[in-house]
């Protein structure tokens, strides 16, 4: 039930924002890579790729729907809404602070996503280019086997990630 009403939400806030597009033509869409260095347990290194559709609501405030692939232990699929705030006007560099949430769905039968929440904050060159440092939380359950001369058991390990990323992006107006 939860994720279907995400999935519902997220779906209203892309019908709503393509309308508003077609008539403000403020739409951008963003394409980014990056990693991170994970200081939960188990560590395991991310390694990220999203396309965010944005809107600008003005020239400070934009807000979108992102998804992409992410690598941990298992490929996770995460879907999430995005909002970015610019502190200055449009200009050669532009300080930014976003903030991705979200869920995440793993296509291995064999374990489940969860919550998805990246806060960050960054840098624009030239209103195309960026380099954003942020914090991660990822939920994942996965089902772990154990098996020995004595006992063969299966069980759902839950894990909660938590990184410090970093990303590299590219901006494209599509007005």
């Known amino acids: 039930m939860k994720k279907r009403l995400i999935l519902m939400c997220m779906m209203a806030a892309v019908i709503s924002l393509a309308a508003q597009a077609q008539e403000e033509k403020r739409l951008s869409l963003i394409t980014s890579v990056g990693t991170g260095l994970d200081i939960s347990t ?4 991310p390694i990220n790729f999203h396309v965010i559709g944005l809107y600008g609501i003005n020239s400070h405030f934009y807000a979108g729907v992102g998804t992409g692939i992410s690598s941990y232990e298992k490929a996770l699929i995460p879907v999430f ?8 006007k449009p200009k050669t560099f532009m300080p930014f602070a976003e903030c991705n949430i979200g869920y995440s769905f793993a296509p291995d039968k064999h374990a489940n996503g969860g919550f998805y929440l990246n806060p960050s904050i960054g840098m624009q060159y030239k209103q195309r280019f960026f380099v954003s440092l942020g914090y991660e939380w990822q939920k994942l359950e996965r089902l772990k086997s154990y098996k020995d001369q004595f006992v063969a058991t ?15 992006g590219y901006k494209f107006d599509l007005h």
């Open 42 to 45: 188990p560590a395991k290194t």
């Open 154 to 168: 299966e069980f759902a390990e839950k894990l909660h990630h938590t990184v410090i990323s970093m990303n590299f």
């Open 81 to 88: 809404t995005e909002v970015r705030y610019f502190f200055t």
